[in-house]
């Protein structure tokens, strides 16, 4: 069964930092790039980063709106992906889901940016 | 970058009825392996999206052969047939072949 879980999500002051972590099983990590994905309240998804795979020498790739504020990484041995998102603002509070572009989707945590 | 453009923005339909949901890209989807990476996403209440069909037309395990994927190139549709009360929600395309972008959705509500 494949699992997806997200952590790290949480209130955060404007201008704060956050890392997102997201523990993978189930299905073979090292074989597919892997994304993060946000949704804002009330709202539709937003690709937010893309990190690809070893055959494609962990390439990443980010949406222009965060680029600069966001970094993707991956541990291949851990199964896991990170997103460290920085300079945080009121209009990046969103629920993020970690997924595999479309087939695999975690629950997602909300992170939360106000004073 | 890649824009979908996805109508209608909603959707009131009554048990029974069918309904279609268009997608449409600003470029082309079919990728250098020939494969086009156009996917359909229901995200129902309070839950995560789940995918309904990939490559266009292909429907994951356990979707009900209701749900129909079609099109080629730039031009895609989501047809379900028969709509029944689980079907409500949010539906989304989305295309992989340049990235991830999302279309904007379409709530699909039950009369």
């Known amino acids: 069964e494949v699992q997806i879980l997200e952590t790290g999500g949480g209130l955060v002051k404007p201008g704060g930092s956050l890392r997102l972590s997201c523990a993978t099983s189930?299905?073979?990590?090292?074989?597919?790039?892997m994304n993060w994905v946000r949704q804002a309240p009330g709202k539709g998804l937003e690709w937010v980063a893309q990190?690809?795979?070893?055959?494609?020498?962990?390439?990443?790739y980010y949406a222009e709106s965060l680029e600069g504020r966001v970094t993707i990484s991956r541990d291949d041995s851990k199964s896991s992906v990170y997103l460290q998102v920085s300079s945080l603002r009121a209009e990046d509070t969103a629920i993020y889901y970690c997924?595999?572009?479309?087939?695999?989707w975690g629950q997602g945590t909300l992170v939360t940016v106000s004073s | 970058d890649v824009v979908m453009t996805q109508t209608p923005p909603s959707l009131s339909v009554a048990i029974g009825q069918s309904v279609s949901i268009s997608c449409k890209s600003s470029?082309?989807?079919?990728?250098?392996?020939?494969?086009?990476?156009l996917n359909w996403l229901l995200q129902s209440p309070g839950r995560s999206p789940k995918r309904l069909i990939y490559?266009?037309?292909k429907l994951d395990s356990g979707v009900p052969d209701r749900f129909s994927g079609s099109g080629s190139e730039k031009d895609f549709t989501l047809k379900i047939s028969r709509v029944e009360a689980e079907d409500l929600g949010v539906y989304y395309c989305?295309?992989?072949?340049?990235?991830?972008?999302f279309g904007s959705g379409t709530k699909l509500e039950i009369k």
């Open positions: 470029q082309s989807l079919v990728a250098s392996d020939k494969n086009t990476y």
């Open positions: 990190i690809r795979n070893k055959n494609y020498n962990y390439a990443t």
């Open positions: 989305l295309q992989g072949t340049h990235l991830l972008t």
């Open positions: 490559q266009v037309s």
């Open positions: 189930g299905f073979n990590f090292n074989d597919y790039f």
């Open positions: 997924t595999t572009g479309s087939a695999y």
